[in-house]
């Protein structure tokens, strides 16, 4: 099926360990997107990127790095994590109408 | 991107309409309106848009006031399966993200 894909699904890590989020999209779009929710709260845009070999900061990109490696996959890593990080990140792909991915749910102790 | 204001729970008998309503007085005129839900641990899932014309697709109806201040989004037969949190997004279709909030939206709950 189209779509967006995350890997993994989940994940823990140590105080100070490092990952990498994975994402991927199949629909040709030009843009994608990171986000984190916490429990109880709405999503948080981390970072974005509007085109192939752009990429910019949105409303919490502290603690974060991304790479667009090319028009289907957009990375999240954590070079440090903390307990603060712990959270369900969202990918997501499009220009106007958003596909959002099945998220990764990150602990870290 | 202007800002949304919408009722942080409703219910709704399953098989009557749903009605979610949604201030955004401060809208301006290239802005879209947008409406997605959010089913519990998924990703968010996108419903329907418009910019001033009510909009019907096979999901939903989006109602919008003339003046655009605010807007309405129907779920004409409400099942269990429609319990979830549904965002109302204010936003421009050149704003690649960076103000593409999420705020806390209303919790619906479909009660058989």
């Known amino acids: 099926n189209a779509g967006v894909t995350q890997t993994p699904k989940f994940q823990v890590l140590k105080t100070g360990q490092s990952m990498t989020l994975q994402c991927a999209q199949d629909m040709n779009h030009n843009s994608m997107y990171w986000y984190r929710q916490d429990p109880g709260m709405g999503l948080r845009l981390i970072y974005y990127?509007?085109?192939?070999?752009?990429?910019d900061k949105g409303e919490v990109p502290n603690g974060y790095n991304v790479s667009r490696l090319n028009k289907r996959e957009f990375s999240l890593r954590l070079e440090s994590a903390a307990p603060s990080q712990t959270s369900v990140y969202f990918c997501?792909?499009?220009?106007?109408?958003?596909?959002f991915g099945s998220g990764t749910r990150l602990t870290v102790v | 991107d202007a800002k949304t204001t919408q009722p942080t729970s409703m219910d709704c008998a399953e098989g009557r309409a749903a009605n979610l309503p949604c201030n955004h007085s401060t809208i301006s005129g290239n802005e879209y309106v947008y409406w997605y839900r959010q089913i519990h641990s998924q990703g968010p899932q996108y419903i329907i848009h418009g910019l001033k014309n009510n909009e019907t697709n096979e999901m939903a109806s989006l109602i919008i006031t003339e003046d655009r201040k605010s807007s309405t989004l129907i779920l004409p037969h409400a099942t269990l399966r429609d319990t979830a949190v549904y965002y109302c997004i204010v936003r421009s279709p050149n704003n690649y993200g960076q103000n593409f909030v999420f705020g806390p939206g209303t919790r619906l709950s479909v009660l058989p």
């Open positions: 997501a792909s499009g220009n106007y109408g958003y596909t």
């Open positions: 990127s509007a085109s192939e070999g752009t990429t």
